[in-house]
């Protein structure tokens, strides 16, 4: 070989390896480059009225919501589950705590944890004994829940303000709901998730199960622990979301949390954790999901009809899943 042709191989895999790095840097990062171009798009087309400090205390309040949904989804995600409940759950799970506050005050709002961590188990137990994938599971109990929430709330919503027991827990979520209380709820809640998915053996066990659950559990780990661990901590994670976003609403409604399951799985995937698992980032999918809600109160204030939202938001979801999928691991989705 000449040498010409081993200096022009050459350049040509640095180039392969230098565009390879981009790419790589593009992806993991995709979720801060999706918010600032929107944040771009959005100044330069509504100018002041996107900009303006009551527009982002709105956006500040309707982050941690689906956020707090997103990040209970990234800890299923990365072990390669799937939760396609977690929007029905949130509904249950408020109208729970909302009929609990009413009738017992504050301790009642533990009524809406229960709820959400009973789901995790139901879900989890399934998937991991039962040995049914995490998909059909959790749509199963996505309708059955929904179905649920629809017959206990007689097709009526909870308006905590017209509660007489409710007086003290009206004053608490009054301040939980508002910003900036409702955004350091959240931090508290991202806090504690980061931790455990970051400085804990569980947290590990996940991105490894994510990886390879065979290897996983060659090194002694009891899988169908793990997985129901997995669904049942999700559970608590969405309890704690159904009960930040009644104190934002101040209600409990028969269609709370329908679609944000869809939204929630978009902000994980939007902040770089694979559908097939294996990694991910607490810290991007808080981004990726207040890139979806800067996205939602972009088009509103530009005037593009909610039809049209809804489908740039799918469109996104696409692009999303296509950027983050690892490709080589397909058929491992669980």
């Given at each position: 070989?000449?040498?010409?042709?081993?200096?022009?191989?050459?350049?040509?895999?640095?180039?392969?390896?230098?565009?390879?790095?981009?790419?790589?840097?593009?992806?993991?990062?995709?979720?801060?480059?999706?918010?600032?171009?929107?944040?771009?798009?959005?100044?330069?087309?509504s100018g002041d009225r996107f900009m303006s400090v009551l527009n982002w205390t709105y956006i500040a309040q309707q982050v941690p919501v689906l956020s707090i949904l997103a990040v209970a989804e990234t800890l299923l995600i990365t072990a390669g589950f799937i939760d396609?409940?977690?929007?029905?759950?949130?509904?249950?799970?408020?109208?729970?705590?909302?009929?609990?506050?009413?009738?017992?005050?504050?301790?009642?709002?533990?009524?809406?944890?229960?709820?959400?961590?009973?789901?995790?188990?139901?879900?989890?137990?399934?998937?991991?004994?039962?040995?049914?994938?995490?998909?059909?599971?959790?749509?199963?109990?996505?309708?059955?829940?929904?179905?649920?929430?629809?017959?206990?709330?007689?097709?009526?919503?909870?308006?905590?303000?017209?509660?007489?027991?409710?007086?003290?827990?009206?004053?608490?979520?009054?301040?939980?709901?508002?910003?900036?209380?409702?955004?350091?709820?959240?931090?508290?809640?991202?806090?504690?998730?980061?931790?455990?998915?970051?400085?804990?053996?569980?947290?590990?066990?996940?991105?490894?199960?994510?990886?390879?659950?065979?290897?996983?559990?060659?090194?002694?780990?009891?899988?169908?622990?793990?997985?129901?661990?997995?669904?049942?901590?999700?559970?608590?994670?969405?309890?704690?979301?159904?009960?930040v976003n009644l104190a934002r609403i101040g209600a409990a409604t028969p269609v709370t949390g329908s679609g944000m399951e869809l939204e929630a799985i978009s902000a994980v995937v939007l902040g770089g954790t694979p559908l097939t698992g294996g990694y991910g980032s607490?810290?991007?999918?808080?981004?990726?999901?207040?890139?979806?809600?800067?996205?939602?109160?972009?088009?509103?204030?530009?005037?593009?009809?909610?039809?049209?939202?809804?489908?740039?938001?799918?469109?996104?979801?696409?692009?999303?899943?296509?950027?983050?999928?690892?490709?080589?691991?397909?058929?491992?989705?669980?």
């Amino acid at each position: 070989m000449s040498i010409i042709k081993i200096i022009t191989g050459g350049s040509a895999t640095a180039d392969k390896l230098r565009r390879d790095q981009i790419w790589l840097a593009a992806r993991d990062n995709a979720a801060y480059i999706a918010l600032a171009l929107l944040v771009a798009i959005f100044w330069t087309v509504s100018g002041d009225r996107f900009m303006s400090v009551l527009n982002w205390t709105y956006i500040a309040q309707q982050v941690p919501v689906l956020s707090i949904l997103a990040v209970a989804e990234t800890l299923l995600i990365t072990a390669g589950f799937i939760d396609l409940s977690v929007g029905s759950v949130l509904g249950l799970a408020g109208f729970a705590a909302a009929a609990g506050a009413a009738n017992y005050g504050v301790p009642g709002l533990l009524g809406g944890l229960v709820v959400a961590i009973a789901a995790g188990i139901v879900n989890g137990a399934i998937f991991s004994y039962v040995r049914i994938p995490s998909f059909i599971v959790t749509l199963g109990t996505m309708v059955i829940v929904r179905a649920l929430l629809q017959i206990a709330s007689g097709g009526e919503a909870i308006y905590l303000s017209d509660q007489a027991g409710a007086g003290s827990v009206v004053t608490l979520l009054n301040w939980l709901g508002r910003f900036p209380g409702v955004l350091v709820a959240a931090l508290v809640i991202w806090a504690g998730c980061w931790v455990l998915y970051n400085k804990t053996i569980f947290g590990d066990d996940l991105k490894a199960m994510g990886g390879s659950e065979r290897v996983v559990g060659l090194f002694g780990v009891n899988l169908n622990h793990r997985r129901l661990a997995a669904f049942t901590s999700a559970g608590f994670v969405v309890g704690l979301a159904s009960i930040v976003n009644l104190a934002r609403i101040g209600a409990a409604t028969p269609v709370t949390g329908s679609g944000m399951e869809l939204e929630a799985i978009s902000a994980v995937v939007l902040g770089g954790t694979p559908l097939t698992g294996g990694y991910g980032s607490i810290a991007k999918t808080v981004v990726g999901a207040t890139a979806l809600v800067v996205l939602s109160n972009g088009l509103t204030i530009a005037g593009v009809p909610p039809s049209w939202n809804d489908v740039v938001r799918g469109l996104l979801l696409i692009v999303a899943i296509g950027i983050a999928l690892d490709r080589k691991k397909i058929g491992t989705v669980k």
